[in-house]
């Protein structure tokens, strides 16, 4: 592992502990080594940038990649991981990491019961790899920290899509360098689609929209400010706060908080309804009114708005709680509309009887010069199995927050999905609902009860915080399903 890699994936995790608890002033001067106010390592605010006003700029859709060979029951696609010049701020010329040169990837829209084979050739100058986030897949193909593209080299990944439909990403998972790899732009959208879904008659084609939610800090020459803490430039598919002219009809909109640290707390309008019909592993049982979503860092959901309920020539605000205002929809046109938001959308399973249960806890050594992070009490050693469990069986974990107040985590498991119980012995939040791949786990939080059930697969996969500088820093465990 290089040097590089080794002190920039340590050094982000102080940074991303203060985005995510916004410590004070006496907590940041007794960090330990030394890193507080005016500590370059660790700047409070990126250097001065033109950011646009609001609502200036279009928001783009990522292009969608088509297959270079369709075959039966197989589709092959290759992208390139290569560092371009992207164009973020209006004007302003960016040097970012990609997937296919595009600071948000292409979208891979696959088919569930069909085999997407994925090349990824690695053109940066240091190793990287592909978690298909969300994805059931060998774990061969997962991954794992220290399975990584050499530059110049390529790794054809298998995604079975066995799955039901959901929305899905893709992103950089390479030990030490993932909250770097994904701040600099190795992100994009993966979408299984299924017959039964499309059966519904949700909106579909050009009205299902994919919108990645995420944050950035910009030096003054325009480079993505990975050393300062303070994120304060929202983006919506790459641009900032931008604008997007829908028709007055039913869209459904797949959100997904790509921020390595930010909590997405949103509502729409003026108290405006947004009907929640999925969430990280795919539909619900059940659409769900909801007037306030909150997206975690990795979290999903999938909801349909309906703008016919809008006069044309309406501006409709999608806000977040800390931040203002995320993007705004210009009701432009008039549309025929054939959707429809069914009452029943996909049951959910009875959960089987669990044969064990395991306490995950999740914090930091605060004692050593540089924050060193840890689940159960240890960090993060490839060659070490924290977690045996065997294939097809179910379990409960309890998911635990060990640190002090003001820092928050979220908990993502890789090979499959979960469902959640209950938060210290209270019902599951809304945005818990349906199957997750990862959840919110705030200061506090001592015992969120999860019942998971383990694919027939086996080989190692990973569990950790997705607020990416924590885990980059050593808060993740390896699971082998036997």
Same mark, same amino acid.
């Given at each position: 592992?290089?040097?590089?890699?080794?002190?920039?994936?340590?050094?982000?995790?102080?940074?991303?502990?203060?985005?995510?608890?916004?410590?004070?002033?006496?907590?940041?001067?007794?960090?330990?080594?030394?890193?507080?106010?005016?500590?370059?390592?660790?700047?409070?605010?990126?250097?001065?940038?033109?950011?646009?006003?609001?609502?200036? @700029?279009?928001?783009? @859709?990522?292009?969608?990649?088509?297959?270079?060979?369709?075959?039966?029951?197989?589709?092959?696609?290759?992208?390139?991981?290569?560092?371009?010049?992207?164009?973020?701020?209006?004007?302003?010329?960016?040097?970012?990491?990609?997937?296919?040169?595009?600071?948000?990837?292409?979208?891979?829209?696959?088919?569930?019961?069909?085999?997407?084979? @994925?090349?990824?050739?690695?053109?940066?100058?240091?190793?990287?790899?592909?978690?298909?986030?969300?994805?059931?897949?060998?774990?061969?193909?997962?991954?794992?920290?220290?399975?990584?593209?050499?530059?110049?080299?390529?790794?054809?990944?298998?995604?079975?899509?066995?799955?039901?439909?959901?929305?899905?990403?893709?992103?950089? $998972?390479?030990?030490?360098?993932?909250?770097?790899?994904?701040?600099?732009?190795?992100?994009?959208?993966?979408?299984?689609?299924?017959?039964?879904?499309?059966?519904?008659?949700?909106?579909?084609?050009?009205?299902?929209?994919?919108?990645?939610?995420?944050?950035? +800090?910009?030096?003054?020459?325009?480079?993505?400010?990975?050393?300062?803490?303070?994120?304060? @430039?929202?983006?919506?598919?790459?641009?900032?706060?931008?604008?997007?002219?829908?028709?007055?009809?039913?869209?459904?909109?797949?959100?997904?908080?790509?921020?390595?640290?930010?909590?997405?707390?949103?509502?729409?309008?003026?108290?405006?309804?947004?009907?929640?019909?999925? %969430?990280?592993?795919?539909?619900?049982?059940?659409?769900?009114?909801?007037?306030?979503?909150?997206?975690?860092? +990795?979290?999903?959901?999938?909801?349909?708005?309906?703008? %016919? #309920?809008?006069?044309?020539?309406?501006?409709?605000?999608?806000?977040?709680?800390?931040?203002?205002?995320?993007?705004?929809?210009?009701?432009?046109?008039?549309?025929?509309?054939?959707?429809?938001?069914?009452?029943?959308?996909?049951?959910?399973?009875?959960?089987?009887?669990?044969?064990?249960?395991?306490?995950?806890?999740?914090?930091?050594?605060?004692?050593?010069?540089?924050?060193?992070?840890?689940?159960?009490?240890?960090?993060?050693?490839?060659?070490?199995?924290?977690?045996?469990?065997?294939?097809?069986?179910?379990?409960?974990?309890?998911?635990?927050?060990?640190?002090?107040?003001?820092?928050?985590?979220?908990?993502?498991?890789?090979?499959?999905?979960?469902?959640?119980?209950?938060?210290?012995? #209270?019902?599951?939040?809304?945005?818990?609902?349906?199957?997750?791949?990862?959840?919110?786990?705030?200061?506090?939080?001592?015992?969120?009860?999860?019942?998971?059930?383990?694919?027939?697969?086996?080989?190692?996969?990973?569990? $950790?915080?997705?607020?990416?500088?924590?885990?980059? +820093?050593?808060?993740?465990?390896?699971?082998?399903?036997?």
């Amino acid at each position: 592992m290089s040097n590089r890699r080794t002190v920039l994936g340590l050094g982000a995790v102080a940074g991303g502990m203060l985005v995510t608890a916004k410590l004070s002033t006496e907590l940041l001067e007794r960090w330990p080594g030394g890193a507080r106010p005016g500590d370059p390592r660790f700047r409070p605010a990126a250097a001065a940038v033109d950011v646009p006003p609001p609502f200036t @700029v279009p928001m783009p @859709v990522p292009k969608e990649l088509r297959p270079v060979i369709a075959s039966a029951g197989v589709d092959v696609f290759r992208v390139d991981m290569t560092p371009a010049t992207v164009e973020i701020l209006p004007g302003v010329r960016t040097p970012a990491l990609t997937f296919g040169g595009q600071f948000v990837g292409p979208t891979i829209r696959a088919r569930a019961g069909r085999t997407a084979l @994925v090349q990824f050739t690695n053109r940066i100058d240091m190793e990287a790899n592909v978690h298909l986030h969300g994805g059931h897949v060998p774990a061969s193909s997962d991954g794992f920290p220290t399975d990584v593209i050499a530059p110049g080299r390529s790794r054809t990944y298998t995604y079975p899509n066995t799955q039901p439909g959901a929305t899905l990403w893709y992103h950089d $998972h390479a030990h030490g360098m993932e909250a770097e790899d994904v701040y600099r732009g190795l992100h994009g959208f993966y979408l299984i689609d299924d017959d039964a879904e499309r059966g519904l008659q949700l909106p579909q084609g050009e009205y299902d929209v994919p919108i990645m939610l995420r944050d950035a +800090a910009f030096a003054a020459d325009g480079t993505l400010d990975f050393a300062s803490f303070a994120r304060p @430039v929202v983006l919506a598919n790459g641009r900032p706060q931008p604008y997007f002219k829908v028709a007055a009809r039913k869209y459904r909109l797949r959100l997904l908080n790509a921020a390595n640290t930010r909590v997405f707390t949103l509502t729409l309008g003026e108290g405006a309804t947004m009907t929640q019909v999925g %969430s990280d592993g795919g539909l619900l049982p059940a659409p769900v009114p909801r007037t306030e979503l909150t997206l975690a860092s +990795a979290e999903r959901q999938d909801v349909i708005v309906d703008f %016919s #309920k809008f006069p044309l020539g309406s501006q409709v605000v999608l806000r977040d709680a800390t931040s203002g205002p995320v993007l705004r929809f210009d009701v432009v046109r008039r549309a025929a509309d054939a959707s429809r938001v069914p009452a029943a959308l996909r049951p959910l399973p009875p959960i089987p009887a669990a044969t064990a249960e395991r306490d995950v806890t999740m914090s930091f050594d605060l004692s050593r010069p540089m924050p060193v992070g840890m689940l159960n009490g240890h960090a993060f050693d490839a060659n070490r199995v924290d977690i045996a469990v065997r294939r097809g069986s179910t379990e409960i974990w309890r998911i635990g927050n060990g640190d002090p107040p003001g820092f928050d985590h979220t908990f993502h498991m890789h090979a499959t999905h979960f469902r959640v119980l209950d938060r210290d012995g #209270k019902a599951p939040t809304p945005d818990d609902a349906g199957w997750k791949d990862t959840i919110y786990v705030p200061a506090g939080a001592r015992n969120i009860r999860v019942a998971v059930t383990f694919p027939q697969t086996t080989g190692k996969y990973v569990y $950790h915080c997705h607020f990416l500088e924590h885990s980059a +820093a050593g808060m993740m465990g390896v699971m082998e399903i036997q």
